[in-house]
């Protein structure tokens, strides 16, 4: 089993920047894909953004320019650095992690399930 937790959302004015970050522990010596992904209130989930172990990524149209994914793979931690932040950015963000899936794969297939996902954390950028 592999354990995700995340952490670093919060309120902020359009324009400002977080930083989330999603901590993986237990048997993580499979070396995921990870991910992040988010939901809007009266939402589907929706892809973000993705990271293979190689530090090949993949970013979903609307944020790519203003999110970085980024992971430490001695701290089994990954990043997701959003800048300029947009009230249409507001959501639950939630990490994943896949053994069994390509990066390119988290990207371009969404409906495609994941086995370890964290608790969310809850971001709110205000206009």
């Known amino acids: 089993q592999v354990q995700l937790v995340e952490s670093g959302g919060g309120l902020v004015q359009a324009g400002g920047s977080l930083r989330l970050s999603c901590a993986a522990s237990?048997?993580?010596?499979?070396?995921?894909?990870m991910g992040w992904f988010r939901q809007a209130p009266g939402k589907g989930r929706e892809f973000v953004a993705t990271?293979?172990?190689?530090?090949?990524?993949y970013y979903t149209d609307s944020v790519k320019g203003r999110f970085t994914i980024s992971r430490d793979n001695a701290k089994n931690t990954v990043y997701l650095q959003m800048n300029s932040l947009k009230p249409e950015d507001s959501a639950v963000y939630y990490c994943?992690?896949?053994?069994?899936?390509?990066?390119?794969?988290?990207?371009?297939?969404?409906?495609?399930?994941?086995?370890?996902w964290g608790q969310g954390t809850q971001v709110t950028v205000s206009s």
């Open positions: 994943a992690a896949d053994p069994w899936s390509t990066a390119q794969a988290m990207a371009v297939q969404p409906s495609r399930p994941h086995p370890y």
């Open positions: 237990g048997r993580t010596v499979s070396t995921p894909t």
């Open positions: 990271i293979s172990w190689g530090a090949t990524t």
